[in-house]
């Protein structure tokens, strides 16, 4: 089955506390986003990925880290969470640009930073 | 950035058609609108996109008016499963690819 997923799907931790939220898909897709989502505030971009070794930020990636060693997988790093990082993260990934393909979302991942 | 205006919210009523109008009247002339949905806290889910003609998939149909100012999203026969936020999207340029991004949407209630 096609699919995008993510683990955890939610983790509660402390700040300062290094975390990795992992994102993988299955459909060969070249382009790879993070995205947060909270009341308010719609989905914000936080990171994208349009192939291999090429990542760039997107409009609210202050706190955040990425990397993409391989096509499959797009981890979202938080070196030192903090509490304004408390949200609902989302993974995505279409086959190639977003603005001419289906973006194919995972099921999220309840974050919350005490 | 061409930029999308929804209404915050509407009703329908299970077995109807709903109509989801969006209005980009900023929208250039190489840039598609996509609709997404998202149910409850789920990821968004992809529903049709289109640049110029009408389309139509096995969810929906998508009409975008002549001079592609607006469109509207019909649901043909609303179920209580499309109880949803829906996303009208104008892609935007990225840094050579595009990107999407979400506003606030329309949260569509269907009633039975």
């Known amino acids: 089955e096609a699919q995008v997923t993510q683990n955890p799907r939610y983790l509660i931790t402390v700040t300062g506390k290094k975390l990795t939220v992992t994102c993988s898909q299955n459909?060969?897709?070249?382009?790879m986003s993070w995205y947060r989502q909270d009341p308010g505030l719609g989905l914000r971009q936080i990171y994208y990925?349009?192939?291999?070794?090429?990542?760039d930020k997107g409009d609210v990636p202050e706190g955040y880290k990425v990397s993409r060693k391989e096509k499959r997988n797009f981890p979202l790093i938080l070196e030192s969470p903090s509490p304004n990082q408390t949200s609902l993260y989302f993974c995505?990934?279409?086959?190639?640009?977003?603005?001419?393909?289906?973006?194919?979302f995972g099921p999220g991942t309840r974050l919350t930073v005490l | 950035d061409a930029k999308t205006t929804q209404p915050p919210s509407m009703d329908c009523a299970e077995g109807r058609a709903a109509n989801l109008p969006c209005n980009h009247s900023?929208?250039?002339?190489?840039?598609?609108v996509y609709w997404y949905r998202q149910i409850h806290s789920q990821g968004p889910q992809y529903i049709i996109h289109?640049?110029?003609n009408n389309e139509t998939n096995e969810m929906a149909s998508l009409i975008i008016t002549e001079d592609r100012k607006s469109s509207t999203l019909i649901l043909p026969h609303a179920t209580l499963r499309d109880t949803a936020v829906y996303y009208c999207?104008?892609?935007?340029?990225?840094?050579?690819?595009?990107?999407?991004?979400f506003g606030k949407g329309t949260k569509l209630t269907v009633n039975p």
């Open positions: 999207i104008v892609s935007r340029s990225q840094g050579g690819s595009e990107k999407l991004v």
């Open positions: 459909m060969n897709h070249e382009y």
């Open positions: 995505a990934s279409s086959l190639s640009s977003p603005g001419s393909n289906e973006q194919f």
């Open positions: 289109g640049l110029k």
């Open positions: 990925s349009m192939n291999v070794e090429v990542t």
């Open positions: 900023t929208i250039s002339g190489n840039e598609y």
